[in-house]
């Protein structure tokens, strides 16, 4: 019997350990930076394999793909493409499925803008001017939202500051999960 006591009682750090961290959220408060005002996402990628010029253009091929892929490509477009300073800009506009059933779908449209920088060693990414258009075959109008106000962490949260809001916790979750995928997948495209 003692020595069942004495498991337990070695056994419980890890097990509070265990709860801390899986207690932790990627959509807790923090998540979404926000920078002069401006919801930003930014992830800065060590390449130690490709001077500027092979990440420049991996990057371009990246973006590329992200356009064709947008499912809008007539508002989807590289905007800014300068080889010589390593920078690169383009509009995305996608669509993100909250619910997706045969007998029901609720999405919005996620527009954003995506930057990067190119260096020997490093790129950077940069997604900003995130807006939304949500609701577009319920109303006449389109309902047009920005990440300002909607993911923050002063909108997202109810006022207690840990529970999600219903509706902006699901923008809040999907636009973290998306940006993550694009940061994740850029990662890959520059590695390979």
Not at 9 to 38: D, I, R, W
Not at 59 to 80: A, C, H
Not at 98 to 111: N, Q
Not at 122 to 131: H, P, S, T
Request: net charge neutral.
């Amino acid at each position: 019997m003692k020595q069942l006591v004495m498991l337990l009682l070695m056994a419980l750090p890890v097990f509070m350990t265990a709860q801390v961290k899986s207690s932790e959220s990627p959509y807790a408060k923090g998540a979404v930076t926000m920078e002069n005002g401006s919801v930003v996402f930014a992830k800065n990628i060590p390449v130690a394999s490709a001077n500027k010029a092979q990440a420049y253009q991996t990057m371009k091929d990246y973006l590329g793909t992200l356009v064709v892929m947008s499912e809008n490509e007539e508002r989807s477009k590289i905007t800014t493409d300068d080889p010589e300073k390593g920078i690169l800009e383009a509009s995305l506009e996608e669509t993100i499925y909250f619910k997706r059933k045969a007998w029901e779908t609720d999405a919005t449209f996620f527009l954003y803008k995506i930057q990067v920088g190119c260096s020997d060693g490093q790129v950077r990414l940069k997604i900003f001017q995130i807006r939304y258009i949500y609701d577009a075959d319920r109303f006449a109008t389109n309902a047009l939202m920005t990440a300002e106000e909607t993911i923050t962490d002063e909108r997202a949260f109810k006022a207690n500051g840990k529970t999600l809001r219903k509706e902006e916790g699901k923008f809040r979750r999907a636009t973290i999960d998306r940006v993550n995928e694009i940061f994740s997948n850029a990662e890959q495209y520059l590695n390979n």
